[in-house]
T-cell receptor, first 111, second 112 residues
Framework: QKEVEQDPGPLSVPEGAIVSLNCTYS??????FMWYRQYSRKGPELLMY????GNKEDGRFTAQVDKSSKYISLFIRDSQPSDSATYLC???????????FGKGTKLTVNP | GAGVSQSPRYKVAKRGQDVALRCDPI?????LFWYQQALGQGPEFLTY????????KSGLPSDRFFAERPEGSVSTLKIQRTQQEDSAVYLC??????????FGNGTRLTVT
């Protein structure tokens, strides 16, 4: 079992839809939870970062963490064509430990 | 510079050739990581430096892979005797201590 599981999609939605992206993880020691966005032929770009259970909102984006279920989500409201990218969840123990990524979900928002 | 810079952006190597990939981290960032991203996959950890010290190289797939950061800033990832399975995007990331990683745009290596 991989440390982080993420449905690779692809996911295709119409403009304006609400998008839900999810990951599960297996290691209870993980403390920090991130979502990265990766456009084609670019490096991953940090989108959201949280270390506690609950919700964190930033504009149209909401990150949700449920440590008891080892489940993290990213919601995108009023999705735009410019949101079309691959979304990677990433989990970190902290300190010098490596960041562990999911496979990524490829999202296409159709105008 | 403003971000993590990697060069070259693209590299084509014949099987058996040696390659060297360069990473310029964000100025002042202590930590530097190398990741390998195969097509359709998430990045996989290769190795980690804190300043010039290589603290974790557990992700390097074989002894053909070698990384260095001699002065605690620029880093080089070297792959000797490249094989087709080495074809991937190699990502470098840097961070201040105990903070999220900032990635470069990667070097896309194709081994023919």
């Amino acid at each position: 079992q991989k440390e982080v599981e993420q449905d690779p999609g692809p996911l295709s939605v119409p403009e304006g839809a609400i998008v839900s992206l999810n990951c599960t993880y297996s290691n209870s020691a993980f403390q920090y939870f991130m979502w990265y966005r990766q456009y084609s032929r670019k490096g991953p770009e940090l989108l959201m970062y949280t270390y506690s259970s609950g919700n964190k909102e930033d504009g149209r984006f909401t990150a949700q963490v449920d440590k008891s279920s080892k489940y993290i989500s990213l919601f995108i409201r009023d999705s735009q064509p410019s949101d079309s990218a691959t979304y990677l969840c990433a989990i970190w123990q902290g300190g010098s430990e490596k960041l562990v990524f999911g496979k990524g979900t490829k999202l296409t928002v159709n105008p | 510079g403003a971000g993590v810079s990697q060069s070259p952006r693209y590299k084509v190597a014949k099987r058996g050739q040696d390659v060297a990939l360069r990473c310029d981290p964000i100025s002042g960032h202590v930590s530097l990581f190398w990741y390998q991203q195969a097509l359709g996959q998430g990045p996989e950890f290769l190795t980690y430096f804190q300043n010039e010290a290589q603290l974790d190289k557990s992700g390097l797939p074989s002894d053909r892979f070698f990384a260095e950061r001699p002065e605690g800033s620029v880093s080089t990832l070297k792959i000797q005797r490249t094989q087709q399975e080495d074809s991937a995007v190699y990502l470098c990331a840097s961070s201040l201590d105990n903070s999220p990683l900032h990635f470069g745009n990667g070097t896309r290596l194709t081994v023919t």
